[in-house]
């Protein structure tokens, strides 16, 4: 699919140019973040995209979540940020509390925080050129190029349904307007690249038999300003990785970005990530999963619509089971919200005689364990673009998200379950922590995470 692979004139001079075919008109659905990877991505490399994405607002909410920015993230933005503006916070240790609060272990290793709100404004800057506050402190609006691809973002559009015409794809969609009225529409493309995140609507289309299905736990998340917590609970969160364990329990928090993705010491977030264990069908998880207005939420409560008395419920928790400082960092928390793990894998990544292709949480779902969703879109848009300007070939692209896709969901389970529904020693949390932290390019996979791939 190369889109500048070309047969040369047998009648052109050796010095001849001969013209590059048109690039592929690229259709992307979904507009968080594997959407825009693929967006910026595909922009520098001159493809005209058009990005459909269903909420209706312009932007999206800020999610409020810290990200450890692997290596695809920071190579990412390095290869294709034009704004200049600092993507991550470092974090130089990891430290590990036993339930008093007292370090028990730690251990020398620079990680890379993030936050998705400072990665998706920096992103839209790049893609379409969205002025923030998030640019201030070192960024700028990105310059305009010549060799730019044309690029049309599109909010308030879902996706209905994804029809076969040969050569190209017909998406057809319903778009939401500002006055509320509704209307049916549809577009015509070469590509169509699925970054509707887990719940993905075109993979559901093509793979309806997969589905995300509940682990068994949840995790709580939010952030509290460095200078509104304590001396002791900053000592052991800033610039550190901070674990606790224990049975059906699991805590980290680590610094990230402030309000407009500052870095400036004391005015950044701590960001806090508690699993807990709340079973299916449980009283618990039915009080957790009920927001603030009465409404049964299957899989989030966004910022800010927790309950009074799920919140109230997590506070009791926190108090009797989690180290003083983790426990600080929940109860100060203003907005925050809760997720369901769930986990979610498709069987394949290309559909439709490779005209329609899954990245991202759409392709695979990841526990948070593996801190790798992010790198995973960023990888699989900067694979993609590879396989489209001819730099790696179909199978190359194939191989190399499908395992990854395959080994790291595998692991983000058996990391999950072990640390959730098993008692073990601290030593064997820090070696599945060790474990996921392997860089990409080092990983050896196993034969199995091959099986079904013929054609590659």
Same mark, same amino acid.
């Not at 800033?238 to 010491?265: D, K, M, S, V, W």
């Not at 806090?272 to 009080?287: D, H, Q, R």
């Given at each position: 699919? /190369?889109? @500048?692979?070309?047969?040369?004139?047998?009648?052109?001079?050796?010095?001849?140019?001969?013209?590059?075919?048109?690039?592929?008109?690229?259709?992307?659905v979904?507009? #968080?973040?594997?959407?825009?990877?693929?967006?910026? /991505?595909?922009?520098?490399?001159?493809?005209?995209?058009?990005?459909?994405?269903?909420?209706?607002?312009?932007?999206?909410?800020?999610?409020?979540? =810290?990200i450890v920015?692997?290596?695809?993230?920071?190579?990412?933005?390095?290869r294709?940020?034009?704004?200049?503006?600092?993507? /991550?916070?470092?974090?130089?240790?990891?430290?590990?509390?036993?339930?008093?609060?007292?370090?028990?272990?730690?251990?020398?290793?620079?990680?890379?925080?993030?936050?998705?709100?400072?990665?998706?404004?920096?992103?839209?800057?790049?893609?379409?050129r969205?002025?923030?506050?998030?640019?201030?402190?070192?960024?700028?609006?990105?310059?305009?190029?010549?060799?730019? =691809?044309?690029?049309?973002?599109?909010?308030?559009?879902t996706?209905?349904?994804?029809?076969?015409?040969?050569s190209?794809?017909?998406?057809?969609?319903?778009?939401?307007?500002?006055?509320?009225?509704?209307?049916?529409?549809?577009?015509?493309?070469?590509?169509?690249?699925?970054?509707?995140?887990?719940?993905?609507?075109?993979? /559901?289309?093509?793979?309806?038999?997969?589905?995300?299905?509940?682990?068994?736990?949840?995790?709580?998340?939010?952030?509290?300003?460095?200078?509104?917590?304590t001396?002791?609970?900053?000592?052991?969160?800033?610039?550190?990785f901070?674990?606790?364990?224990?049975?059906?329990?699991?805590?980290?928090?680590?610094?990230?970005?402030?309000?407009?993705?500052?870095?400036?010491?004391?005015?950044?977030?701590?960001?806090?990530?508690?699993?807990?264990?709340?079973?299916?069908g449980?009283?618990?998880l039915?009080?957790?999963?009920?927001?603030?207005?009465?409404?049964?939420?299957?899989?989030t409560?966004?910022?800010?619509?927790? #309950?009074? &008395?799920?919140?109230?419920?997590?506070?009791?928790?926190?108090h009797?089971?989690?180290?003083?400082?983790?426990a600080?960092?929940?109860?100060?928390?203003?907005?925050?919200?809760?997720?369901?793990?769930?986990?979610?894998?498709?069987?394949?990544?290309?559909?439709?005689?490779?005209?329609?292709?899954?990245?991202?949480?759409?392709?695979?779902?990841?526990?948070?364990?593996?801190?790798?969703?992010?790198?995973?879109?960023?990888? @699989?848009?900067?694979?993609?673009?590879?396989?489209?300007?001819?730099?790696?070939?179909?199978?190359?692209?194939?191989?190399?998200?499908?395992?990854f896709?395959?080994?790291?969901?595998?692991?983000?389970?058996?990391?999950?379950?072990?640390?959730?529904? &098993?008692?073990?020693?601290?030593?064997?949390?820090?070696?599945?922590?060790?474990?996921?932290?392997?860089?990409?390019?080092?990983?050896?996979?196993?034969?199995?995470?091959?099986?079904?791939?013929?054609?590659?």
């Amino acid at each position: 699919m /190369a889109a @500048n692979d070309h047969t040369t004139n047998g009648n052109a001079q050796p010095n001849e140019a001969t013209p590059s075919p048109p690039k592929l008109k690229i259709l992307i659905v979904g507009g #968080s973040l594997a959407g825009l990877f693929a967006g910026v /991505a595909l922009k520098h490399h001159g493809y005209p995209t058009t990005l459909l994405e269903r909420t209706p607002q312009n932007l999206l909410h800020n999610q409020g979540a =810290g990200i450890v920015a692997g290596g695809d993230t920071l190579a990412f933005f390095a290869r294709y940020d034009r704004t200049g503006k600092p993507v /991550a916070v470092p974090s130089y240790k990891r430290i590990y509390l036993d339930r008093a609060g007292e370090v028990v272990h730690e251990e020398v290793n620079r990680q890379n925080m993030t936050s998705w709100d400072l990665c998706y404004y920096l992103l839209r800057a790049n893609y379409d050129r969205v002025a923030s506050a998030y640019l201030d402190d070192g960024g700028r609006l990105p310059e305009v190029r010549e060799s730019d =691809g044309e690029v049309t973002y599109c909010s308030g559009c879902t996706v209905t349904d994804v029809e076969d015409l040969g050569s190209q794809v017909l998406v057809h969609f319903t778009r939401l307007h500002p006055d509320g009225s509704e209307t049916k529409e549809s577009i015509e493309a070469d590509l169509v690249i699925a970054a509707d995140g887990p719940s993905s609507s075109i993979r /559901a289309k093509f793979a309806p038999r997969v589905q995300r299905r509940y682990a068994g736990y949840c995790v709580i998340r939010g952030t509290v300003p460095e200078l509104t917590a304590t001396r002791a609970a900053r000592e052991v969160f800033a610039e550190r990785f901070c674990f606790f364990h224990a049975p059906g329990i699991q805590n980290l928090t680590y610094t990230i970005a402030g309000e407009h993705g500052t870095t400036q010491p004391g005015k950044r977030l701590l960001n806090f990530v508690w699993y807990a264990n709340f079973a299916e069908g449980s009283a618990e998880l039915e009080t957790l999963m009920t927001d603030k207005h009465g409404r049964h939420r299957h899989i989030t409560i966004p910022p800010g619509e927790m #309950s009074e &008395e799920a919140w109230a419920m997590v506070m009791r928790m926190g108090h009797e089971r989690l180290p003083p400082q983790m426990a600080e960092m929940a109860a100060k928390s203003t907005e925050p919200f809760v997720q369901c793990i769930t986990d979610v894998i498709a069987p394949k990544n290309l559909y439709m005689g490779d005209k329609v292709v899954l990245i991202g949480d759409a392709l695979a779902g990841f526990r948070p364990h593996t801190v790798a969703s992010t790198s995973q879109a960023a990888f @699989n848009a900067m694979v993609l673009v590879e396989w489209l300007e001819g730099s790696a070939g179909r199978g190359d692209f194939v191989r190399q998200t499908m395992q990854f896709a395959r080994a790291v969901q595998d692991m983000g389970v058996r990391m999950g379950d072990r640390s959730q529904f &098993e008692e073990l020693g601290i030593g064997e949390y820090i070696a599945d922590r060790n474990f996921a932290s392997i860089r990409r390019e080092e990983r050896e996979y196993p034969e199995w995470t091959l099986e079904g791939l013929g054609g590659i």
